[in-house]
């Protein structure tokens, strides 16, 4: 692992008190000991993560955590390589104010930042540590969902890491089924989603 040349940071139990920050979650319940904690900085510090671990026998476990909100431990792992998109945090409102792209480490507070300056909104959580990434691919009702629906139902693309390191996305053009795949599936199907479009309203 340490071998990987990654532009991120490969946190171990011996990193001290920024590996116990990573592995802080919402719940204490939901928080293992991990062997790895991996924060990419760019999408692609993710294949070559993905890559060692399916290389080693037994495959290691991976799991991945966005906001670490959840009450599952679905985004820890005893012993295996958490993927922590903490560093994947940016908020991006398009030009025309129309949609907005996040990164799958941000919380909903990153994004109300952008919004409330631009005086857009987007179907959200009510609680700005919930992390976008969870929410989203889970469901996601928010306050604006009686009038524009779930945060799911309003996704217009996703950047996509797969299991076997290809980095695509996902729409409802671009790999459809994948798209439809993704939405709603987020605790067993085993792809990265770093990146998420929506539209602001
Ligand atoms: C206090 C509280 C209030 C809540 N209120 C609401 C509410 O009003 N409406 C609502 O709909 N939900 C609500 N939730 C539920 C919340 O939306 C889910 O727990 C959600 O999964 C949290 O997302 P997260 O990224 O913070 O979680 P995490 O614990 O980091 O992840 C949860 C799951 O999503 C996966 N995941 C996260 N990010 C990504 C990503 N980028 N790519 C692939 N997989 C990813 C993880 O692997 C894990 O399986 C609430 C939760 C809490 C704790």
Sequence with gaps: ?????????????????????????????SSLPAKYVVQPAVYEDIPPVLA?????????????????????????????IVIDLSKLNKVTLAEDKQSITVQGG?????????????????????LWFVGVGGFTLGGGFGPLTAEHGTAVDNLISATVVLADGRIVRASH??????????????QTLHSICPRLTAPSC
Excluded: C
């Design 1 to 29: 692992m340490d071998i990987l040349k990654i532009q991120g940071t490969i946190l171990t139990p011996d990193s001290g008190e920024a590996y116990t920050a990573a592995l802080k979650r919402n719940s204490d319940l």
């Design 52 to 80: 060692y671990a399916t290389s080693q026998t037994p495959p290691i476990e991976i799991a991945v955590k966005g906001g670490g909100a959840h009450s599952s431990t679905w985004a820890s792992s005893d012993g295996g």
């Design 106 to 126: 941000a919380y909903w507070g990153d994004v109300y930042e952008v919004t409330s300056k631009a005086k857009v909104d987007v179907v959200g959580s009510p």
């Design 173 to 186: 053009n671009e790999e459809p089924d994948l798209f439809w795949a993704i939405r709603g599936r987020f």
